[in-house]
């Protein structure tokens, strides 16, 4: 039996380790809204945090992650989750996937994957740091058009998601640390990120 350290009984120790649909998505979603510090121990802290409670209660369940979420209200804006494991086994699986420890402040790449796995990912990023809205068509008065839009500190994360996303026919625009999407790109790009349809 492997010896996995304190704190590690019964978590998800194959969580990160092959790639699938479910894998990417977390890790997207990771990408997004994780946070990773190594500690004294030798061990990794994992942390996510989001607003939406039913995203934090499905990424504690894929890792079996039993400790309890923590609140932080913030009026008046809305009430941030966060949920918190310590694990050398999942740290050193994300850090072999790329993530960085205060990737907040890193220029990182995104991760080699299988390409049947990257409209997953992309679905993660989106549901962490992601926004689908309607706005005003410019080109159209009173006409209304889809937009999609995603942030990141990473520059080299941008424009590698940004090129990927042109190879699936989605045109996406940078703007501050932001990627836009627009139309009927953006209709494209719902197709991809909420069916997994990435053949034009």
């Known amino acids: ?27 997207g979603l990771f990408y997004a809204d994780g946070s990773l510090g ?18 934090i209660e499905w990424w504690q369940g894929f890792l079996c992650n039993t400790r309890k979420v923590s609140a932080v209200l913030r009026p008046p804006h809305k ?6 494991l310590t694990s050398k086994t999942v740290g050193d699986q ?6 960085q420890p ?3 402040w890193g220029d990182f790449p ?7 796995c990257f409209a ?3 679905r993660g990023l989106w549901d962490g740091d992601g926004s689908v809205s309607i706005a005003r068509a410019p080109s159209m008065l009173g006409g209304k058009q889809l937009c999609l839009s995603v942030t990141s500190n990473s520059q080299r994360f941008r424009t590698e ?8 026919g989605v045109h996406a625009t940078e703007h501050s640390i932001g990627l836009y999407v627009q139309g009927s790109a953006a209709e494209r790009l719902c197709k991809i990120l909420y069916t997994g349809q990435t053949a034009p």
Do not use: C
């Open 1 to 27: 039996m492997p010896n996995f350290g304190a704190g590690e009984a019964g978590l998800n120790l194959v969580a990160f380790r092959e790639w699938s649909p479910t894998m990417a998505y977390a890790l």
């Open 38 to 55: 190594f500690k004294a121990s030798g061990s990794w802290r994992v942390q996510m945090s989001n607003t939406d409670l039913p995203t």
């Open 79 to 84: 009430t941030l989750y966060h949920a918190v």
């Open 94 to 99: 994300l850090v072999t996937l790329g993530i």
């Open 102 to 104: 205060r990737k907040s």
């Open 110 to 116: 995104v991760p080699k994957m299988p390409d049947e």
């Open 120 to 122: 997953h990912f992309l």
């Open 161 to 168: 998601i940004q090129r990927r996303l042109a190879d699936l």
